[in-house]
């Protein structure tokens, strides 16, 4: 499918999933829906193909089971790389229309020093935190969002809290 049909959603009761490499993908409303449900993060990306932005949220097969336990959708199509699942309620279309006006692209994200020569995407909530130096690293770790990494992001990242313990001191 390309990514025109993939963002197609006539009916606001209904979420759908494309089974991309090994992960799953939600797109627009149903990530909006996603989003809310279960806190993945969101990406928005502007296609230059379409002329606009989408959103999108992922997260991989190994945590397909329990995206299902968590709010128990009717699963209506089934096929290996494509799901259908019904809503008993309608998605707020206006609020997901505000939320994704609200949503920074990857372009727009804010680059903040976490240590020296290093650098990490935030979100505006963390800008406006600033946590201690003791708790910063207890921060990172609960905001980094694994189940949206690949293996080599997830060493990436250690390599960089190591990197912090070591400009503070071994905490």
């Known amino acids: ?15 759908k999933l494309y089974k991309e ?10 990530a909006y829906y996603i989003w809310q449900k279960k806190g993945y993060k969101a990406t928005k990306k502007l296609i230059k193909t379409l002329g606009q932005e989408i959103m999108s949220v992922g997260f991989p097969q190994s945590s397909y089971e329990t995206f299902t336990h968590t709010f128990d959708p009717v699963l209506e199509k089934d096929e290996a790389y494509f799901k259908i699942f019904s809503l008993d309620k309608a998605i707020d279309m206006d609020a997901f229309q505000q939320w994704k006006a609200h949503m920074p692209g990857r372009d ?15 979100p505006e909530r963390l800008e406006m935190q600033e946590p201690s130096k003791e708790n910063r690293i207890y921060q990172k770790l609960y905001d980094f969002p694994l189940e ?24």
């Open 148 to 171: 949206n990494k690949t293996p080599m992001e997830c060493m990436v990242f250690l390599s960089e809290i190591k990197k912090i313990c070591y400009s503070h001191g071994n905490l």
């Open 108 to 122: 727009v994200a804010r680059r903040v020093s976490t240590a020296p020569a290093m650098t990490e995407i935030v």
């Open 1 to 15: 499918m390309t990514i025109t049909e993939k963002i197609l959603h006539d009916n606001a009761n209904e979420i």
């Open 21 to 30: 490499g090994i992960f799953w993908v939600a797109y627009e409303q149903s």
